[in-house]
């Protein structure tokens, strides 16, 4: 008798276990960043900042995993295939250097993506090799004259007979001095408009040092690791191979390209609230007051819970818009500057109630507690970096009069993927996204639904049912919206409509989340769920709220046990060094 010959695991089995082993290795590479002696551990990490500089021990660690072939596709050679994936990956970066992640790593994947969405075969190939080589890419696309008005630039790519010259000045752009590639956005029209401005991919060695100088660097109080730059460029020619998609849509590709960086970059940076977190619990667990430890402290307790509860509504929601830039790539328009102004904003409240629990270890820049104030300063620039969050509300404006008659009273579930992390999901197809939703949303249309299903259970009803009511009011104050409403110079009390939307996003994204996992996992279960709805009510004015006494309990009892086992505080709750 012949042995059964075992069959294959499906695709999505390999590629959650490839991940996983990825993940795992990253982490022992990267060592336990507790340790004294780990060159990039937290003791390294906060000598390489007063110095302003990443920890070389770090640097070599990355480079032996080869960290930039996570931001090359697959079908280049490289390793990125899901969204989600790559962030949750990154999180073991970013949660012992924030500086670290990006100066070292995501700079590169912020030009990347422009390539990858609208670059001819031969610039991705070239990109590809480049990053699989462990060679850097620059984005340099903002001005300080102009910050996030990208298309108001000054640097001009005035056409010749053989292409372009490029002439002007970039400035506080990262890791110029050390890339091998760079993508500028240029204006090329100089009447301006959406088809105004055009990229270019150029590797390095194309500069003519007669013509391209480089600036002093920027220096900063938050990620003092990451080297800003800057270049002055005087009539430097290029080629029309060196042009990135077709003249005059360089704004388009940055739109659709950045879908993936607002929604991921993010979604790395909650790895600085677990840090903060670790650190401030490795504090009040030790220190006693008053006859007992600080962390029995009622106010401790308090602040413990909330931060924990932040952190899950933030991983959650930036899983569910990542996973929707594979199912629903429609959505990424709105769903990315969502993520990118709620997350900086909850991410940059949490530490600065943290350290209101560590007192006076909170400035302190020696000691074992040292990382957290380096922490405190590098979650700053998640709510300007790459794009500020006033921009964000900006971006979503113009599109809610048509959410709000196209979705947000439709009742459907949404796709099941969105809310499941080890499901098969469509290819990534960056050059696939769209600049417009075309008023189509999955997730408010789930949160309508998940209050009228029978399957809803009488316990989570009440907790949905308000936030329903939410979208049924933000529908009637957005749906007659002028366009003078929707430009960047809209009221306040309009503004205040994306933001209201970018909460019931969330939450719809937590309640997915929550109803798609098993009963018995933490996140099956309620209290989580009723933390995160309670957090995102309490951030609109007038709706503050306590979390209840039981849900309180029940998240640092949870939070104790993740700490005690040295697993990850936010969604995934995988082993940490």
Excluded at 362 to 385: I, S, T
Aim: net charge negative.
């Amino acid at each position: 008798m012949t042995a059964a010959v075992p069959s294959d695991p499906p695709s999505e089995a390999r590629a959650d276990a490839a991940f996983g082993g990825r993940a795992e290795a990253l982490e022992n590479l990267l060592g336990d960043p507790w340790d004294a002696d780990n060159p990039a551990g937290f003791a390294a990490v906060v000598a390489a900042d007063e110095a302003e500089r990443t920890p070389a021990g770090g640097e070599r660690a990355l480079d032996d995993f080869g960290v930039l072939a996570e931001f090359v596709p697959e079908r280049l050679g490289g390793r990125l295939g899901r969204a989600d994936h790559l962030i949750d990956l990154m999180r073991s970066v970013y949660r012992r250097d924030p500086s670290l992640g990006l100066g070292h790593c995501s700079s590169s994947l912020l030009g990347a993506v422009n390539l990858w969405t609208a670059g001819s075969e031969t610039q991705q190939r070239h990109a590809a090799d480049l990053l699989l080589a462990g060679g850097k890419l620059s984005c340099a696309f903002h001005e300080l004259a102009h910050g996030n008005d990208i298309g108001s630039v000054d640097f001009a790519a005035v056409p010749t007979a053989g292409g372009h010259r490029l002439t002007g000045r970039k400035e506080s752009i990262s890791n110029l001095d050390r890339a091998r590639g760079v993508v500028f956005l240029a204006r090329t029209d100089p009447a301006g408009g959406p088809r105004g401005c055009s990229q270019f991919y150029l590797p390095v060695t194309a500069f003519d040092p007669d013509r391209v100088t480089g600036l002093p660097r920027f220096r900063s109080v938050g990620m003092r690791g990451v080297r800003l730059g800057g270049v002055r460029v005087e009539g430097l020619p290029v080629g029309a191979d060196d042009l990135v998609g077709a003249p005059g849509t360089g704004l388009e590709t940055a739109a659709r390209a950045f879908q993936l960086t607002r929604t991921a970059l993010p979604g790395m940076s909650t790895a600085i609230l677990d840090t903060a977190l670790r650190v401030t619990l490795h504090h009040v667990r030790r220190r006693r007051l008053y006859g007992r430890t600080a962390a029995d402290i009622p106010m401790v307790r308090s602040t413990l819970a909330n931060a924990f509860a932040d952190l899950l509504l933030c991983e959650a929601f930036a899983a569910v818009a990542a996973r929707a830039l594979h199912v629903r790539p429609e959505s990424g328009s709105v769903y990315a500057p969502a993520v990118k102004y709620l997350l900086s904003g909850v991410l940059l409240d949490a530490v600065e109630q943290l350290s209101l629990v560590m007192g006076s270890e909170f400035y302190r820049r020696d000691g074992e507690h040292a990382v957290f104030q380096k922490m405190a300063r590098d979650v700053k620039p998640v709510g300007f970096g790459h794009i500020a969050r006033a921009a964000c509300l900006s971006a979503l404006l113009p599109q809610l009069p048509l959410l709000a008659r196209r979705s947000w009273r439709d009742s459907a579930p949404a796709p099941v993927e969105l809310f499941g992390s080890d499901g098969d999901l469509p290819p990534l197809d960056l050059a696939g996204l769209r600049i417009s939703a075309n008023g189509r949303d999955v997730l408010a249309a789930a949160l309508n639904a998940a209050a009228e299903e029978d399957s809803t259970s009488a316990g989570l009803r009440p907790l949905v049912e308000p936030y329903t009511a939410r979208l049924r009011t933000l529908a009637d104050s957005c749906v007659g919206l002028r366009p003078a409403d929707l430009s960047v110079a809209a009221p306040v009390a309009v503004r205040e409509l994306g933001a209201e939307y970018a909460a019931l996003l969330a939450a719809s994204a937590c309640l997915g989340i929550h109803r798609h996992a098993p009963a018995d996992d933490f996140l099956g279960r309620p209290h989580w769920l009723v933390a995160a709805f309670t957090r995102l009510a309490s951030r609109a004015p007038g709706r503050a709220a306590d979390l209840p006494a039981e849900v309180e309990d029940a998240l640092v009892e949870e939070l104790f046990e993740r700490d005690d086992e040295v697993r990850g505080f936010g969604l995934s709750a995988r082993r940490y060094r």
